[in-house]
């Protein structure tokens, strides 16, 4: 259980949400620390990405954390 750094209370996983348009896209975030973003030329999709972004929200003061998770 991942807890908060100021108030160490419990953190809860939460999706960050982009809205366009009319609709709701959920956003996924990746990252990568040796080279800029590289996408595959039929998918579109990020190909050399290390690992993703998880959210959370602390269930006491609010604050809102972002930790890496590698592949």
């Known amino acids: 259980m991942k807890t908060c750094p100021d ?3 419990r953190l809860t996983p939460i ?3 982009d809205q366009k348009g009319h ?4 956003v996924g975030f990746h990252y990568t620390r ?3 973003p ?4 039929w ?3 990020l190909t050399n990405s290390e690992g993703t972004i ?3 929200l602390c269930d006491g ?3 809102a954390l972002f930790y890496a998770d590698a592949n």
């Open 7 to 9: 108030c160490k209370t």
């Open 15 to 17: 999706k960050i949400v």
């Open 23 to 26: 609709g709701l896209t959920d």
């Open 34 to 36: 040796t080279a800029p």
């Open 38 to 41: 590289k996408t595959g030329p």
């Open 43 to 45: 998918s579109g999709k």
């Open 54 to 56: 998880q959210a959370y």
């Open 61 to 63: 003061c609010g604050r």
